[in-house]
């Protein structure tokens, strides 16, 4: 069981948009505003979409912005398109060298 | 451009020990802020994190591999290594190593290596 707690599975039709949450606790998200989110193709390597909360790495599209409120975050996209499809993991800081995953979300685009 | 490469052995015996290196390009571990960390994924799984080093050698550790973990650098080669000790079939995974910049975040990775523990 992962630290993080993040639904299985989410999805929406191209266009619309979809919201994944990423629960953690008082010692970890709702404490610490490093929260990141990260994109992962099957086979491949995790790519990062949101760190800090809410910022974006140069080059991932504006579709892409992450909240939080207090032991939750949430990664949002925007204008769904084919290529979102993917797994979607959250980590987040939880002091004393700890970095926590969420047990990930597929991203289904019907 | 910043890319990392992980190397290392692919099976691996039960209670032997592994050891895996990062070669990156794109940036210098001696930069201020800078890290190189471990990540590691098994099968099917959320990814873990295991260790990092930062450009003045500070190393941090997870918890609970702490024991059985070592981070080295090698600022001269650009690589860094990681060792695990005692393995067994629950550290069957995709290793991946990470630049890292600020607070743990891991900003880009490798390709990863898969290593299977079996005897």
């Known amino acids: 069981q992962s630290a993080l707690t993040q639904p299985p599975s989410a999805s929406g039709s191209p266009g619309q948009s979809v919201t994944i949450s990423c629960t953690g606790t008082?010692?970890?998200?709702?404490?610490?505003?490093?929260v990141s989110w990260y994109q992962q193709y099957p086979g491949k390597a995790p790519k990062l979409m949101i760190y800090e909360v809410s910022k974006r790495p140069s080059g991932v599209p504006d579709r892409f912005s992450g909240s939080k409120s207090g032991n939750t975050a949430s990664l949002t996209v925007s204008g769904l398109q084919a290529e979102d499809e993917a797994d979607y993991y959250c980590?987040?800081?939880?002091?004393?060298?700890?970095?926590?995953f969420g047990g990930g979300t597929k991203l289904t685009v019907l | 451009q910043i890319t990392l490469k992980e190397s290392g052995p692919t099976l691996v015996k039960p209670t032997q020990s592994l050891t895996l290196t990062c070669s990156f390009s794109?940036?210098?571990?001696?930069?201020?802020?800078?890290?190189v960390g471990w990540v590691r994924q098994p099968p099917g799984k959320a990814p873990e994190w295991l260790a990092l080093?930062?450009?003045?050698?500070?190393?941090r550790y997870s918890p609970s591999l702490k024991s059985r973990l070592t981070i080295t650098k090698d600022t001269s080669t650009n690589q860094v290594v990681l060792r695990v000790t005692n393995v067994d079939h629950l550290d069957t995974a995709t290793y991946y190593c990470t630049h890292i910049s600020g607070v743990y975040n891991n900003d880009y990775w490798g390709p990863g290596t898969l290593v299977t523990v079996s005897s």
């Open positions: 008082s010692s970890d998200v709702g404490t610490y505003d490093y």
């Open positions: 080093v930062y450009w003045d050698d500070d190393k």
């Open positions: 980590s987040a800081y939880a002091g004393r060298n700890k970095l926590l």
């Open positions: 794109g940036f210098s571990l001696s930069t201020p802020g800078v890290g």
